[in-house]
């Protein structure tokens, strides 16, 4: 991402009337994000937009959910892309003390939903693997291991804010790239990455390639997945 800002700091932007850059790196590697408040009360709705380079998914939250809940024998206890992403979306409640509706005037109680509102040609999601807690008055940064089951083709459309759309394929990603970290802090560790070209995969190790096969790719505990738009005239 600092590539990405370094580069569009050299081109004349194109900002419109909202403010927006609708230049090629803002096409190929940002989206924003709509966050909908409605309040309890009186029912009005507040609208956010920010843009974002990567979508953050917290697989721990269906880990410890799938732990919680009564598993057939024949279901995985591994967490999944689309459940993460599900969460991700679904509305949440925020209490009274944390909302204060510009409606009612008054702190009321509320629903809040994230949805993607646009969508770049790119889409990075990272997968939360690092986070902290508190031990005797310390915070320490921690690294949450685990795999999270993750598809070679993602229709993204169920997770917007946008109507459905009249194209079967016009939200649909491809994976291009997982990205792995060993190592137990983020400040230091190894970063590997598999790449596709054409119908092939690759691993990137320092100054080592070699060639890889999709169930390698697909046993992985990603960090990061990157996958393109498949139609990108949608954009």
Not at 169 to 198: K, M, P, T, W
């Amino acid at each position: 991402m600092m590539l990405v800002d370094k580069l569009h700091e050299t081109i004349e932007p194109s900002i419109d009337s909202k403010g927006r850059c609708h230049c090629f790196f803002h096409k190929a590697f940002f989206g924003r994000l709509q966050s909908e408040v409605t309040c309890d009360g009186c029912g009005t709705v507040s609208r956010t937009q920010d843009p974002f380079s990567a979508i953050s998914l917290d697989f721990q939250k269906q880990v410890r959910r799938k732990k919680k809940a009564i598993i057939k024998m024949s279901d995985s206890a591994i967490p999944d892309l689309h459940s993460a992403l599900q969460s991700y979306t679904s509305p949440e409640v925020l209490p009274a003390e944390e909302y204060t509706c510009r409606g009612c005037g008054v702190p009321k109680s509320a629903s809040k939903r994230l949805r993607i509102r646009k969508l770049p040609a790119i889409l990075c999601i990272q997968v939360k693997r690092f986070g902290g807690r508190m031990a005797g008055g310390s915070y320490l940064q921690e690294k949450h291991e685990g795999k999270i089951d993750f598809p070679m083709m993602i229709d993204m459309e169920p997770y917007t804010a946008r109507k459905k759309s009249q194209k079967a394929e016009s939200l649909v990603y491809d994976l291009e790239s997982v990205i792995v970290h060993h190592g137990q802090q983020l400040q230091n560790g190894h970063y590997f990455a598999f790449c596709r070209q054409d119908d092939r995969w690759f691993k990137f190790d320092d100054e080592i390639v070699s060639v890889s096969t999709t169930e390698e790719v697909l046993r992985q505990e990603a960090y990061l997945l990157f996958y393109s738009l498949r139609c990108l005239n949608v954009l």
